[in-house]
């Protein structure tokens, strides 16, 4: 039988607020446990959350930004369920009335495009940290986490695939980093996802029963825990058996998903609309205020990358990666003057070589902008050739200075004087008599041949074009 997979991702941001969702505790990460969490917190008797607007207009600026429905009123509601580092017995989030609904997000996978719907952003808190690894058997409760401000996005069941999954994960990573809501730091969880997981007979609409795959902080990670929990329930069902609802945890050391504990459904929690908050109501005047302020987003300088400078997919996807790299390659262009393919080519593959190496940002590069483009200035007056260019790079990235400092410094100007380059073409003919007469006598693989031994004599500082233009006067019969 063949079987067609099923995926939901729920996908939780922690919001760059610099105070909690409902009380003014600070939201800084790696303090001293339970350092950064104050009476509303920890739920002591009588106190009273409030909430923090910042969050609000982050919420917003998502909506927007998703083409979503952005509601105008929405409502707080309590989660109740107990676990050790949930200080009240519920969380605060929202339920029936989202703050955003009904919006979309389009992924590319192997040049396919797939416009994937997304359910509802709500706001809700964070809770705190179960601690077990130094605790010898006990378990210690960290509460700097809780109250933190999380903006939970919930895609339609539209992925079918672990590849569809991870594209989408990574487009609404990249959207929320791009317009500065979440730093994004999966290892901090500041970004972490549960994977829904289901199959069905293909052809079949009814859904199957899904499995969420709980606090995956990787995109690997999510790619590997959705394929293996899909063979697992093909091999549940074509055993003869049936898929439980539950919640399963994945174990990246196994590489396998594991039975947490039975899937609670909505009743469960006995949401109830929180006494102790009003409404969410947003007025025009906030939605516009925020929309103001939105930046040309990720999709949309793409594109204009790719008409505007001429770039290919790929190069105006890589250097839309991120708002920095889109801004550092603007930058050198205009700086430059350089043609915009080039300068794409120089970002896009040389100097992504390197933060890929070192697994750095664009942000943490110790090739400025200006650096690069004074490289590339450079390159462009054959001060330089190319392959020097690779080399003057190299040495910018280890902190030896700027182009014009390096070039100078290791004495790289280029060779542009005709009578250098024929003087050192001429010792490579009277060396080389048999390859002479080898490329004379119709062997013409044998130019390379020429050409490298004349930039090996140069130090490869010759002028390439110049000394192809004089090799092939000197080698004619």
């Known amino acids: 039988m063949e079987w067609e997979t099923v995926i939901g991702l729920e996908v939780h941001a922690q919001l760059l607020t610099k105070s909690k969702a409902f009380s ?16 509303v917190d920890i739920a002591l008797p009588g106190v009273l959350p409030v909430f923090n607007k910042e969050a609000a207009r982050m919420a917003v600026k998502l909506g927007l930004a998703i083409g979503a429905q952005v509601n105008r009123r ?23 009335l989202p703050v955003v609904s009904k919006g979309t997000l389009t992924i590319d996978v192997d040049g396919v495009e797939k416009v994937i719907g997304i359910t509802r952003a709500h706001l809700e808190e964070d809770a705190g940290k179960s601690l077990h690894e130094d605790f010898h058997g006990m378990t210690g409760i960290d509460l700097n986490r809780a109250g933190t401000p999380l903006l939970e996005i919930v895609s339609e069941p539209d992925l079918r695939s672990s590849k569809e999954a991870v594209a989408y994960l990574k487009k609404l ?10 730093d994004g730091n999966m290892q901090e ?73 039975s899937k609670e459904e909505a009743m469960d929690y006995r949401y109830f609309p929180d006494p102790d908050l009003p409404p969410l109501v947003l007025d025009d005047a906030l939605i516009e205020g925020v929309r103001a302020t939105l930046i040309e987003l990720p999709d949309a300088k793409r594109v204009r990358f790719m ?19 889109a801004d550092y390659y603007e930058a050198v262009v205009k700086q430059a003057k350089a043609d915009p393919k080039i300068a794409a080519n120089w970002i896009a593959v040389e100097l992504s070589g390197f933060l890929n190496r070192d697994n750095k940002d664009i942000a943490q590069s110790t090739v400025t902008a200006t650096m690069m483009a004074g490289l590339l200035r450079r390159l462009a007056d054959n001060t330089i050739s190319g392959k020097i ?30 009578g250098a380059i024929e003087k050192a073409i001429d010792e490579v003919m009277a060396k080389n008599p048999k390859q002479m007469e080898q490329y004379r006598a119709g062997k013409e693989t044998l130019f390379g041949y020429f050409v490298g031994q004349v930039m090996k004599a140069t130090q490869g500082k010759a002028n390439p074009a110049q000394v192809n233009e004089l090799l092939k006067k000197k080698l004619a019969p």
């Open 389 to 418: 260019a690779k080399d003057v790079l190299e040495a910018m990235w280890a902190g030896e200075g700027n182009a014009d400092a390096v070039i100078e410094k290791k004495g790289l100007r280029q060779i542009t004087d005709s």
């Open 24 to 39: 003014g505790a600070a939201t800084q990460y790696g303090a001293a446990p339970n350092t950064q969490a104050c009476a």
């Open 189 to 261: 969880g500041s970004f972490r996802c549960d994977a829904n997981v289901s199959v069905r007979p293909k052809g079949e609409k009814k859904f199957g029963t899904r499995a969420e795959i709980k606090n995956v902080n990787s995109f690997r990670f999510v790619e590997k825990a959705i394929e293996y929990e899909i063979e697992r329930q093909v091999g549940v069902l074509e055993g003869g058996g049936t898929v439980v609802q539950e919640t399963r945890l994945y174990d990246s050391d196994k590489d396998q998903t594991r039975s947490m504990r």
């Open 74 to 96: 929405s409502v707080f509601a309590r989660k109740n369920y107990f676990y050790p580092d949930l200080p009240k017995g519920y969380q605060i989030s929202q339920y029936e």
């Open 307 to 325: 008409s505007q400078y001429g770039l290919n997919k790929y190069d105006a996807g890589v250097l839309t990666s991120s708002r920095e790299m």
């Open 173 to 182: 990573h990249q959207l929320v980093v791009w317009l500065g809501i979440c």
